[in-house]
Nanobody, 120 residues
């Protein structure tokens, strides 16, 4: 089972920025689609953004203009740039990847999540 690893979370002041990263823990052939989700305490997990292999992006309406999802196919990396952060952006952010392993079979895996806290 391919493991997904997120990084880049932390504590940031309101108005600040963070960039989250997501990748697979082993060498894979490709990431076909990647999505970011988040879950705040007491809330359900919600969709944040998604990106296809070709670079088409999609965002939750409430986050358009502040969050930017991108990818670097050569290194099988996916990023979430978060700007103008607000306290309500505080959550655990999860990455979901699906794609192809080097052996051929597809995979689809969630990461363990990375905590983002926006507070002064």
């Amino acid at each position: 089972q391919v493991q997904v690893v997120e990084s880049g979370g932390g504590l940031v002041q309101p108005g600040g920025s963070l960039r989250l990263s997501c990748t697979a823990s082993e060498i894979i052939l490709s990431i076909e689609r990647a999505t970011w989700h988040r879950q705040a305490p007491g809330n359900q997990r919600e969709y944040v953004a998604g990106i296809t292999y070709g670079g088409s992006t999609n965002y939750a309406d409430s986050l358009k203009g502040r969050f930017i999802i991108s990818r670097y196919n050569a290194k099988n990396m996916v990023y979430l740039q978060m700007n103008s952060l607000k306290p309500e952006d505080t959550a655990v952010y999860y990455c979901y990847l699906d794609g192809y392993t080097m052996e051929g079979p597809t995979f689809g895996s969630w990461g363990q999540g990375t905590q983002v806290t926006v507070s002064s």
